[in-house]
Each structure stands twice: as C-alpha cells, then as structure tokens.
C-alpha cells in the first residue's frame, strides 16, 4: 500500500481500545486512561488486543506485527467460513467464486491493515452463520445453542448484533418443515446462549452506571455522528456531499449535540425536527442509507468506492433472483442472507453510515454474485462447446 496509507488510522483504538488493553495487561482491569470504567464500547476487542499485547511483548516482537499477523489468518479463515456457508446453500461451484470474490473484496482486505474490531468480529460472526445454517441443515439442536454463544462474543466485540440473535430467532419459525416445538427450542437456545455470554458485562454496566446499557454507553454519540456527518471535514478536507437543506440540518443537529446525552433525547429531537421540516428529515434519511453502501469516515475517494460498490452490486442484484428461481428449495436461505443484509443496513442508517459498518454483510451477499458468475460460466461453456461442434460439423 502507499506510505499514505498504510499507518494506522483507528483513532478509536488510539484512544480508547489500545489504552484499556494495557489496563488490562497490567492488571488494572477494563478501565480508560482517566481510571473509570471502558463502557464506550464492549469488552471484547480490548481482550483481544491485550492477548495480543502481552504475546508481543513475551517475545519482543513488534505489537503491530503481531496483530497484523493475527488479521491475515483471521481473514483467511472468515473465506473459508464463507465458502463453507455458500457450499451448504448452492453447491461447490458457487463456494468457489464466492471464496474468490470474498478473498480479493478491496474494503475487506482494507480492514486487515491496521487494529481494527470488525476482523475477529467478521470471523465469529461467520461462525455463527455456519452454525446456524449446519444446524437447520442437519437439524441439530446443539448448533442452536453454539450460534447464541457466539453471536454473545461477536456483540462483545462489535455491538451491533444486540439484536441480531433475535433476528435469527424470528427466521426459525419461518421453516415449515420443521415441528413448532423444535423451531421454539432452537430459538430459545439461540437467545439463552446470547444472554448467558452479554449478561454478566450487562450487570457490570448496570452496577457501574446506574441504569440499563444496551453494550455500550457510545450509542447516542454514534447516532450523533451519523447526524452530523456533513458538518464534519475528513482528514484530507474532504467533506461529503450533501443537500443544502440536509447540511442545514446537521448544523442544527450539531448546536444542540450537547443536550442530547441518551439515545431518547436525540430520537425526541429528530421527531421535532421532523415536525417542523419534514422535508430535510426525509432527505437526510436517503443520504444515509445511500451513503452505508460507499461511505467512509475520513471521506476519502468515495466516488471511486460507489463506482467499485456499483459493480459489484450488479452481480449481487440479479443474483438474488437467479438464486429464488435456481435453487428452490433454498429460499428460506435467500431469505435469511437478505434479512441479515437489511439487518446491518438498518443498524448502519442508525449509526454512522458508512461502508465499513456494511462490509461483513456484504461478504455474504457476494454468493449472489457467485450465482451470477457460476451461471454466466456455465452459459458461456455451453455456447463455447456448441459452437465447437458446429465448426467440426462444417469443416467435415
């Protein structure tokens, strides 16, 4: 990569995810510089740096290096996780372009240059797809119980799968196939092994704070920042483009960010807002959910990214119904990727919207555009064989 880009650009990690994983090594606990508790974001990644951390220093290797190491077999399995879950949906072909799309996605392999959360999460949230698709496939319970654990660790990791096991709960009672108490059990296995992983951060957070914490105590400034997105410059002096009326409003967003401390006091304000200019709301709502597709923090190169996101995206679309129409008995599944896929945007909308928020739901959705690949493959083998036969007839 250029010199320009290479270094670590997390600012979250130099300020809040580096620091309490030192806390942690040095036996100070999950508390920030400051000594109070770390509860602007999960646990998870801190851990996991830590072990880096204390790996690195036992053997004097560079931390970097180390975690950089760590992001490349990580990757590297999360392919193979994704071949595994395309090849139990649509066969081995299909599992075979969908490793290859999957290994050469530019905004994943970005990911692996620096400490970033969403490489362990991308993992263990792939894991938990495969259990959970192993498990309708084979029928078997325990499957069920492993997906919730493993949806508990992903969301200590990255919080936006609070809801996502209930989401996969809900997807159970869709099979008709199977017994209604069978579908009731699994998906109580799901939650129940989701909760008893969150629950005992969850009580450390209510012991420490005093109220219920959905994870994390950032979610109202991550809702803040996806409402003044375009107030804001990247560190370039990029800024995102935006209608006046939207600019406008996260102006005003903005002047008043400091009253809105919890997550109720921002929805009241934009339910004001939307009152008094329903027209800003609405568009600033279609920026954002455009914007989750090829948005980035730092506003860089974003025309290039919607261009490369266009491409791809015209594989995944028509995909989507080639794989309803070719593999019928596979529509629960196509289901269920779409469902994760609107699960991610929706949660992105809501947060910042960026890319990088959307990127492990993407890599799911690129089994449509395996679909679509393998299709135009066999299409294109049929005609090349055909045409040889024709020009063997003629030149007899």
Request: aromatic fraction near 14%; include cysteine; glycine fraction near 8%.
């Amino acid at each position: 990569m250029p010199s320009t880009h290479s270094t670590n650009e997390s600012a979250d990690y130099a300020t809040f995810y580096g620091p309490v994983a030192q806390n942690l090594l040095e036996g100070r606990g999950l508390t920030t510089s400051n000594g109070r508790i770390a509860s602007d974001y999960p646990p998870g990644f801190p851990a996991y740096l830590a072990v880096h951390f204390y790996l690195a220093d036992l053997f004097g290797w560079p931390r970097d290096s180390v975690i950089a190491v760590t992001n490349v077999i990580l990757s590297s399995l999360s392919c193979v996780l994704a071949g595994l879950i395309a090849e139990l949906l649509f066969g081995s072909d299909v599992s075979i372009i969908s490793v290859f799309l999957w290994a050469t996605y530019l905004f994943n392999l970005w990911l692996i240059k620096q400490p970033n959360s969403e490489v362990p999460f991308i993992f263990l949230f792939y894991l938990a797809i495969y259990f959970f698709v192993a498990g309708i496939v084979s029928t078997g319970l325990v499957r069920f119980g492993i997906v919730g654990f493993l949806c508990g660790i992903a969301a200590l990791v990255r919080p936006i799968l609070l809801l996502f096991p209930f989401l996969l709960a809900l997807l159970l009672f869709l099979r008709r196939d199977m017994k209604l108490s069978q579908r009731s059990r699994s998906a109580g296995l799901i939650v129940l092994g989701f909760l008893i992983v969150i629950l005992p951060w969850e009580a450390k957070l209510g012991f420490s704070t005093g109220h219920l914490v959905p994870l994390s105590t950032n979610g109202p400034a991550s809702m803040l920042d996806g409402l003044t997105f375009a107030t804001k410059t990247g560190k370039g002096g990029d800024q995102a483009w935006v209608p006046t009326d939207v600019h406008a409003l996260a102006q005003r967003v903005r002047e008043n960010q400091r009253s809105l401390r919890t997550t109720g006091e921002v929805i009241r304000f934009m339910l004001l807002q939307a009152r008094n200019d329903p027209s800003s709301v609405i568009q600033m709502g279609i920026v954002k959910t455009a914007r989750s597709w090829y948005g980035t923090n730092a506003m860089w190169h974003e025309r290039p990214v919607a261009i490369i996101q266009f491409v791809y995206l015209s594989l995944i679309v028509p995909g989507i119904w080639l794989a309803w129409r070719l593999f019928p008995a596979k529509r629960f599944f196509v289901v269920m990727l779409l469902a994760i896929m609107l699960y991610f945007w929706g949660m992105t909308i809501i947060a910042l919207s960026i890319l990088r928020y959307m990127v492990p739901a993407i890599g799911l959705l690129l089994m449509f555009a395996a679909v679509s690949f393998d299709i135009c493959r066999k299409r294109a083998g049929v005609r090349f064989w055909a045409e040889t036969k024709s020009l063997g007839h003629n030149v007899q």
